[in-house]
Every structure is written in C-alpha cells, then in structure tokens.
C-alpha cells in the first residue's frame, strides 16, 4: 500500500500504548501450550511485534492485517515447534502506529525496547520507510506484508523485506497488459506529480515501450483537480486506445466521467490508486461494460484457492470479521520469518536473517522467497475490471 493512505491522520499527538516488557527474555512457562511436551533446554520466549493502524481512518486494515498475524502465532504455537532445542512459545506484540510517519518511528524505537525478535509490518508505505532505519540500526527484521513504495528496499538495508510486488513492478505489468492483452498501441498517460501517482505511471510506461506500445501523449494535473476540459480535449484529439492515470480515485473518477462525456471511449485503466468501489460513485455511469480496469498488489492463483478459502473460514470464527485485505500476506510473512528461525536454529536477528533471504517455501499465497533487495521474487497483480455497478477480479499477473 502506498505510504500516503487517503485520510490518514497527518499528524498523531500521542503515542499508542504499548504492551509491557515481558519479565523473561528467554524462558517461559510451557502452560501456555498445553499439549508441548517441554524439552531439556528449556523453552524460548520468541516476540515478534507487529504494527499497523489501530486507529484512523484505515484502521479497519490494520485490525485485519494484526488479525491475520495472530492467527498465524497461535497455528504456530499449536505445532510445539523448536528452534534449535528449545521448544518456541511465539507472542505477538502488537502495535499500533495509526498511519503515521513520527508515530511510527516512535513505535519502532519503542519496539526496539521491547527487545522483539523481528517485526512485521508496517502496514502502509509511509511508516514503514523511516520505521525501516530504526530496525535497520538495532539489526533487527522487519518484513512489511503491504507496503508497495519501490523505495523501502532500496534504502540499501539488508534487515528490509517485503511480501507484495512494489509499484514500479505493479506499473510495468499493467504497461504490459495494456498493449499486450488489452491491444493498447496509441496510449495516453496522465498523473498526479506525487511521488506514487507519477512513479507509477513512470513504470507504466517503461511496460508498454517494452512490450512494443507508443505513449503518444503525457500530462499531469494536480491532485486537488476536478476539471479536465483542456486536458480532455487534447486527448480527445490524439485518439488513443488507452488512458491511464496514476494517482487516487478521487481524481479519476471526475477525469473519467468528462473524457467518457467528450466522446473519448478508450479503455481506462490505472494502480491500486484508483481500484475502489468509490470509483464508481465518483464517476458515475461511465464505469461500465469492462472498459475501465485497475491492478492491486497481489493475488492467489488457482492452485492455491483452497487453501486461502479455508483460511478465510477459521480466519471469520475466529475473529468475527471476514478476511479484508492484506491478513493472508500477514499470516505467512509471520510464517516466513519462523522458517527462517527454525532454519538458522536461533531467534537472534543477526543469525537467522541470512536464512530468511535464502529460504523459499509456499504459503497461503504462494511462492515466497526473496531476492537481493528483500522483494518476494514472486509479486503478483490482480487485474479489476468494472461493469455492472461493481469491481470483479479478471486475472492475477505475474
């Protein structure tokens, strides 16, 4: 998810409370896990924080995403699985940054306090990149499950992974899409100039001259407009086959709606910026018969719709809610880094994190393993179209 979340508070003025300092770092008592037979070395106490908004307006993500990762600590301590030769007990310490950037600086210092073995999360883009030095200095991972600016992993820190495929991955295979399968060969691309609606157009670009497509046409508006009547005359004018935008929904939903009204009936397509339901409301009968599609990180292939459908099932009796968003990419992100603790034979940071970057297994998601940056060398897209009044999933890109 993009760092700048649409409403998200702009500024937090205190801290959300944090969980106290355990009393033991390394031994606990097994009657937590009932059933575990407690082993001579004794039993290892393994925190693993995770942060997200709690509060705010997308605090109904981050609740899914904390979700998502309790799930998985307590599958996890239903295996009485070991790390080396002590037997696991996993907690979850769970905080809450509520979208913001110096909160969530201050909940990774805090964090870092608390002595945690490795954290997952943040959830957007903004809090994550200058929470990822805090962690990167106290040598500690941290694996974000949404977090899409290309940014995070290249601040050049190798305690930085990530689960989704990032925006200029997301851009160029809808830049692929567009002239590949939506036979886009004249393409007209206007953005927001922000860091995410540009980037992402940046990369959309990039796809469609390598798949052999002509961006005959490149604007930018501001990111408050409402009013395109110049802008959509020139396109009008260059008659091309595809229009992307890259930037938020509140700005192509008016864009849409008058290119639709002039006579301009090129398939519209744009990021996860714009793929909402409130596309819809913003632009009004001119989302309609598929001619409008958008891509979001990330997406389950056939193969693996079991296993997420029954996940989803224990995920709604356990919690009450049903899945949202991004708790299936939380559940193995906490997932990969016990593998990687089980492969390293220690919970130590420093020791597993090498193991973590070389290690690959399938999860609720997929395939997921990592390359040199500490991207998941298997991001996928999935591609939206709108018709009817509603958003449906027509393919997950690779």
Known sequence: MEGDVPGASPAVSAVPPLLPLPQSDAVVDTAAQPGCERPAAGVLNVRIGHVAPLTGPIAHLGRDNENGARLAVEDLNAKCLRIGEKLAKFELVPQDDAGDPMTGVRVAQRLVGLRVNGVVGHLNSGTTIPAAKIYRDAGIVQLSPSATNPRYTR??????????????RLGQMLGRYAVEVAKGKRIAIIDDQTAYGGGVADS????????????????????????????????KA????????????????????????????????????????????????????????????????????????????????????????????????VQALVQAMQSAGSSDPARY?????????????????????????????????????????????H
């Open 155 to 168: 601040l050049g820190f190798n305690t930085a992974f990530r689960m989704l495929a990032d925006d200029q």
């Open 204 to 235: 959309f670009a990039a796809g469609v001259t390598t798949a052999g497509g002509t961006v005959i046409r490149r604007d930018t508006v501001n990111q408050y407009a409402t009013s395109f009547s110049s802008l959509v005359a020139q396109v």
């Open 353 to 397: 994190r090498s193991a973590l970057a070389a290690n690959s297994f399938v999860g609720l998601t997929g395939p997921v393993s990592f390359d040199a940056k500490g991207d998941n060398r298997i991001g996928t897209l999935t591609l939206y179209a709108y018709g009817g009044g509603r958003r449906v999933a027509v393919a997950v890109l």
């Open 238 to 333: 260059v008659e091309p086959d595809v229009v992307f935008y890259g930037g938020m929904d509140v700005v192509a939903g008016p864009l849409l709606r008058q290119l639709r009204q002039a006579g301009v009936n090129a398939k519209f397509m744009g990021g996860d910026g714009i793929c909402t339901l409130e596309l819809i409301a913003l632009a009004g009968a001119q989302v309609a018969n598929d001619s409008v599609l958008c891509g979001e990180a990330g997406g389950i292939d056939d193969e693996y719709r079991p296993a997420m459908k029954a996940f989803a099932e224990r995920f709604s009796q356990r919690f009450g809610v049903p899945v949202l968003l991004y708790a299936p990419y939380t559940y193995d992100a």
